[in-house]
Nanobody
């Protein structure tokens, strides 16, 4: 069974940077498709931050475009999120999501807290 392990969250001042990583463990015969990052702030719904397909197409939420960069290393089954020029409103729990070509279809990471302070 594939599991996702996230790392890289923490506390940072506004204007600073963080890099999140999400590694998919081995244990599946299915191929990995799109990989993405979502976030959920207190009292708000989970929202898409960025996604990258297996073909390296990327898409970003308008609120992070130009500040965040998503990338992946297929050899390591890992997706990254480089976050620059962080704002207070970027504070949230960040989750990675990976699509598989077979059951269960998609899996989520455990979440990592990102807190931006003034």
């Amino acid at each position: 069974q594939v599991q996702l392990v996230e790392s890289g969250g923490g506390l940072v001042q506004a204007g600073g940077s963080l890099r999140l990583s999400c590694a998919a463990s081995s244990g599946t015969i299915f191929s990995i498709g799109a990989m993405g990052w979502y976030r959920q702030a207190p009292g708000k719904q989970r929202e898409l931050v960025a996604v990258i397909t297996s073909g390296i197409y990327t898409n970003y939420a308008n609120s992070v475009r130009g500040r965040f960069t998503i990338s992946r290393d297929n050899a390591k089954n890992t997706v990254y999120l480089q976050m620059n020029s962080l704002k207070l409103e970027d504070t949230a729990v960040y989750y990675c999501k990976v699509d598989l070509s077979g059951p269960p279809g998609s899996i989520w990471g455990q979440g990592t807290q990102v807190t931006v302070s003034s």
